[in-house]
């Protein structure tokens, strides 16, 4: 099951379950309080789409309180599997990343391999819906790259950028992250960096996303790989909320 790195030892801890062997890297999502249900959704397809392995699935709890993490807590014994819970806050971030905005977590992805032990991380938004056993996503990963991340055409589309125009757009919902070159190459300061030098960091229309939490900044980074879709190989459709004007999007 997942433990802190030193630098982040500070934050508390809530495991369900004993500490038994789990199958392949850390599951990672980012939530906050609005978005706990679709989070339970997430889970449960999770669990539902690996019946017989036990995977290392961790939440980052952002500004939970007590009753929510009990939920969670419910659940994962309800289905008989581990789970991490990191409860975290606006002072876990970098102050450029820090703001009033909600939909804070979202920035919480670009600290995970700060934060958590590892080498390799699949990070998932909290309305992700899991099609298939995660497992079959490190079949994918390039290992000269920090980030992998899938083109989103549909996305690119309903996505207003006042301010920087990108030829392709990445849904950061879901990433493949190498948490050890991402330490090495100091990408998290290069985000900050990034973030400190952009305050606006308004890619998006009010309303429909957080705002500098999309995958363009990381490509600006010179951070991120792009995966082009791969017919038959669905990964997950969100659950979560939509421009009404936009349909489901499919990651393959």
């Not at 036990?54 to 008989?80: E, I, S």
């Not at 991380?121 to 996503?137: P, T």
């Amino acid at each position: 099951m997942a433990e802190l790195r030193p630098d982040y030892s500070r934050l508390t801890l809530h495991h369900v379950g004993e500490a038994v062997p789990v199958s392949g890297p850390a599951i990672v999502l980012s939530v906050d309080e609005g978005y706990s249900i679709p989070a339970q959704v997430a889970l449960v397809s999770i669990f539902l789409n690996s019946p017989s392995r036990l995977l290392d699935v961790v939440l980052l709890a952002f500004d939970w309180d007590d009753a929510t993490v009990a939920v969670f807590d419910r659940l994962a014994r309800r289905f008989g599997r581990p789970l991490t819970i990191v409860r975290a806050g606006n002072t876990t971030l970098p102050a450029s990343f820090a703001t009033t905005r909600p939909r804070r977590a979202g920035f919480l992805r670009l600290l995970i391999p700060e934060m958590i032990v590892g080498d390799w991380f699949l990070y998932l938004d909290a309305d992700i819906v899991a099609q298939i056993d995660l497992d079959e996503i490190w079949t994918h990963h390039r290992e000269d790259m920090l980030v992998g991340g899938v083109f989103d055409p549909v996305g690119r589309g309903w996505q207003g950028f006042p301010h920087v125009k990108p030829e392709i757009y990445v849904n950061s919902g879901v990433l493949l992250i190498n948490g050890r070159a991402w330490r090495e190459e100091r990408a998290l300061q290069r985000c900050a960096d990034w973030l400190a030098a952009n305050p606006d960091r308004r890619f998006c229309r009010p309303g429909y996303a957080e705002h500098g939490t999309s995958g363009t900044h990381l490509l600006h980074s010179g951070l991120l790989e792009c995966h082009p879709p791969q017919p038959g190989a669905g990964l997950a459709v969100r659950s979560g909320r939509f421009p009404r004007h936009s349909p489901f999007r499919r990651f393959e």
